[in-house]
């Protein structure tokens, strides 16, 4: 069973940057594309990023390409999500999640594994 425990988020002003991280456990790590989603209050949950099982791929959603940047350490068994110049449509409880699809696939199919989620907080 993977287990996937988020950490990094926390309240910011527009235009900070904070870097979430993902710790994963149980299967094999470089098995699993990973991804970061993300829901709003009132909204449903969206893809933010998802990147293949080496690194060598990454998808973005529109909302955070050229601010956002996804990455992961194999050998750490985490993922990462740096997040630049933020702006208080940003603030969303952030997932990181896991799956044994691509993450090509991620951005339209969601994951199989969540984890419980890290608030980030945007003020204006």
């Known amino acids: 069973q993977v287990q996937l425990a988020e950490s990094g988020g926390g309240l910011v002003q527009a235009g900070d940057s904070l870097r979430l991280s993902c710790a994963v456990s149980?299967?094999?790590?470089?098995?699993?594309?990973m991804g970061w989603f993300r829901q709003a209050p009132g909204e449903e949950r969206d893809f933010v990023a998802t990147?293949?099982?080496?690194?060598?791929?990454?998808y973005y959603a529109d909302s955070a390409k050229g601010r956002f940047t996804i990455s992961r350490d194999n050998a750490k068994k985490k993922v990462y999500l740096q997040m630049n110049s933020l702006k208080p449509e940003d603030t969303a409880v952030y997932y990181c999640?896991?799956?044994?699809?691509?993450?090509?696939?991620?951005?339209?199919?969601?994951?199989?594994?969540w984890g419980q989620g890290t608030q980030v907080t945007v003020s204006s």
């Open positions: 999640t896991a799956d044994l699809s691509t993450a090509r696939f991620m951005t339209i199919g969601g994951a199989r594994y």
């Open positions: 149980g299967g094999t790590f470089s098995n699993y594309a």
């Open positions: 990147i293949s099982w080496s690194g060598s791929s990454t």
